[in-house]
Structure formats: C-alpha cells, structure tokens
C-alpha cells in the first residue's frame, strides 16, 4: 500500500500516550515512544515552523527523540518562518526518500505541491498541531483542543479581574473593566479556533458592558499578531496604550494574550509605560494576562506575579500520539482518533486526536510543571531551561 510496508504487532504502540507523558519533561532528554522497533531504513521527515519559540524547539525535541526511540530515521527541519524555506526542505525530505511526513505549516496552504507529490506516492501525511488546509491528502491531524485553549484564556481572565471565581461561579466584581485583545497569526488555523474559543465566553461580558474593549478592535483580523511575534505584539500594545490609555484618562484591566510569545510583548511594554506587580516599584498593577504553551520564562512571569495565567500543553503526551500515529500510518492501519467531526480543511474532514490542555495559575505550577517533571523547580525559579 505504501512504498515500504512495516508491519508491527498490534500491541507495539500501546504505550506511547502513556510514555510520552512520564518522566522527562520540556528540559529532559528523554522522548516518547516505546514498543517494536522499526526497519533502520525507514525515514520520516519532520517539518516545524521555527526556533524563535521555545515550544517548537521543545516539539522538536520530543518528536524526533520518540521516533528514533523506535528506530525510525528522523530528518527534523525548521522553517525560520519563512514559508519558501519550509517548501524547500519538504522537497528535500521527498527527494531524500521519506516514508512519512510530519508537517506543522507555517501557511495551512503553502505546502499543497508537496502534498500532491506525497500522495502520489503512497506517503502519508501527519498533520501536527498546525492544520493543513484545502488539501484531501493528509491523512490525521495531532493537536490539541485550540478551542478550549481560547476559552480557558478567557476564563482565566475573568478569573483574574474577578468576575469568575476559580469554580466558575459569578465573582464579586461587576466592572467595567477595560480590556484589550490580541490573536495569533492569520496564516496559523489555530488563531481561529483560539480567538473564537476566547470570544465565545468574553461575548456575553462585553455585550452587558462588564468588560469595555476600549480601542474597538475586536475582530481577528484587528487584533492578530503576524508569526505570534513577541515584538509585534509590543509594537501594537504601544500603539494602544497612545491611543486610548494616554493621559491618565483610562486604565488598562486586562488583555487576552494568545500565547506566551505574544503575552511577552505585552508584558514588556505594559512595563515600558509603567505598569507592574503590585508589590513593584511600578505605579500602575499590572493588567491580567492570559497565555498559551506554558514556556519556562512565562511560568516564571506567572510565578512571580507578572503573567496571570497560561494554558499548559504537554507537548510530551502530543509527540507520544504522534509517533503512535505514525506507526499506524506505516503499518496500513486506521490511526486513532477522538474527533471527526471539527477540522474541515475546505477539501475534507480531516481525522484529528485533540489532547488535552490544563490551566496554569501560581498556585499549580508545582504540581502541573514541577512534579510532573516537566519542568524543574530551578527552571522555574531561572526562567529558562537548564
């Protein structure tokens, strides 16, 4: 069926999803997968947008670490963003005779050539956590529920302003409070699904007034961040704070920041104008801030009373289903999957497995990151990985 066929024992991957999420963590060497080893030969290309972002590099790591644990070759490529390199490497990867592509897009469209190549050669095609779009050809989609991240960030910050208690129960603090939104790149499919899930329940608070989008700008073509750079977001958080926030006229509450990239730049600029923790030097407290991928540096933000909040998406437990996916796709069989029904590319309903994603407050780090192996305390405490 395909242009190798591996067979494996039914049992071989079983504990992959469980392997990915023990031990090791975002800044230990050990990687998912487990089980039957593969043929040497066989060779899987692995394409991820950048290493600007410490969760890419992070991906990188688990990815390529659970497939060589199995005995796949690995060929682990980074675009720097740039979506020529990103189809170059691809072609690379077919030419140098892959059996199986992993691909995160940096445009959901751009590989499309790469694509049909793929598939006319029996080679299937994993989508993981960027989602390919407008293309029959690939085969699954590894992520994680961007939805329920978007919604998690607005929880987290009506937590953080007090209008939500942690138990989800109506907070005693009525506004209004005056926010601001930012979204993640146009070009990434998630950014849709993380701004929809974050204004399915803010919505309801700005249409009763408790929270005041003060700029205006509340779509997501207002609000994206190209490339979820940090610098971009602070540019735009500059060009807000002038805007409506000079002069002593208004104060800035809150500001739903998509991921931890983004949050940085808001945070450093915020900073810039003078606003800080309440126990700082600062003048002004710092507006909630939410997040997303639970990077160190932000963990450490949050732990000290910077960044409110981030949302944590075990990327150990991503690459495990991914390597499990893998060998299912190599051995002719079905992968799993536990949703088919959300993710239309615009060519079809793509097969998708969502894993889960936990909130990340002050007071869970040590359970969620630190016990967990995740991170280490020292990290933490550093802001970086050691």
């Given at each position: 069926m395909f242009k190798k066929i591996v067979m494996f024992a039914a049992t071989a991957a079983t504990s992959l999803v469980l392997a990915g999420c023990a031990g090791g963590g975002a800044g230990s060497g050990n990687g998912a997968g487990g089980g039957t080893q593969a043929p040497a030969d066989t060779r899987i290309g692995v394409s991820l947008p950048?290493?600007?972002?410490?969760?890419?590099?992070?991906?990188?790591?688990?990815?390529?670490?659970?497939?060589?644990?199995?005995?796949y070759q690995v060929d682990l490529?980074?675009?720097?963003?740039?979506?020529?390199?990103?189809?170059?490497?691809?072609?690379?990867?077919?030419?140098?005779?892959?059996?199986?592509?992993?691909?995160?897009?940096?445009?959901?469209?751009?590989?499309?050539?790469?694509?049909?190549?793929?598939?006319?050669?029996?080679?299937?095609?994993?989508?993981?956590?960027?989602?390919?779009?407008?293309?029959?050809?690939?085969d699954v989609y590894v992520t994680f529920d961007n939805f329920k991240v978007g919604a998690q960030q607005a929880t987290s910050l009506l937590i953080g302003l007090g209008v939500l208690n942690k138990d989800g129960s109506e907070g005693s603090a009525k506004g209004p409070f005056n926010i601001e939104l930012f979204g993640g790149s146009l070009d990434d499919n998630n950014a849709t699904f993380v701004f929809n899930g974050g204004m399915s329940v803010l919505q309801k608070y700005i249409d009763n007034g408790t929270l005041v989008v003060k700029s205006g700008q509340n779509k997501l073509a207002q609000v994206a961040t190209e490339n979820w750079s940090q610098q971009k977001a602070q540019e735009r958080m500059d060009?807000?704070?002038?805007?409506?926030?000079?002069g002593g006229t208004a104060k800035l509450d809150g500001v739903l920041t998509p991921n931890d990239s983004v949050a940085r730049g808001v945070i450093t600029s915020l900073g810039n104008a003078g606003y800080g923790p309440t126990l700082s030097s600062q003048p002004k407290p710092m507006p909630v801030t939410t997040g997303q991928d639970a990077e160190v540096a932000s963990v450490k933000f949050v732990n000290d009373d910077v960044q409110f909040s981030t949302v944590f998406k075990d990327t150990r437990a991503l690459a495990a289903q991914t390597v499990k996916a893998s060998q299912d796709l190599l051995a002719g069989k079905d992968p799993e999957v536990n949703d088919t029904k959300s993710y239309d590319n615009g060519s079809k309903i793509v097969p998708s497995f969502l894993v889960p994603i936990q909130p990340i407050y002050k007071d869970n780090i040590k359970s969620a990151l630190i016990d967990s192996g995740y991170y280490t305390a020292e990290e933490v405490a550093a802001g970086r990985l050691q």
């Open positions: 950048s290493q600007d972002e410490e969760r890419w590099i992070t991906d990188g790591k688990a990815i390529k670490e659970g497939l060589e644990k199995v005995g490529q980074y675009a720097n963003n740039d979506i020529p390199t990103q189809q170059q490497q691809v072609d690379q990867m077919l030419t140098q005779g892959a059996d199986l592509l992993i691909l995160a897009p940096l445009d959901g469209t751009a590989l499309s050539p790469q694509l049909q190549q793929a598939a006319s050669s029996n080679i299937p095609i994993v989508s993981y956590d960027r989602f390919v779009r407008n293309s029959a050809d690939v060009n807000l704070l002038t805007a409506s926030y000079s």
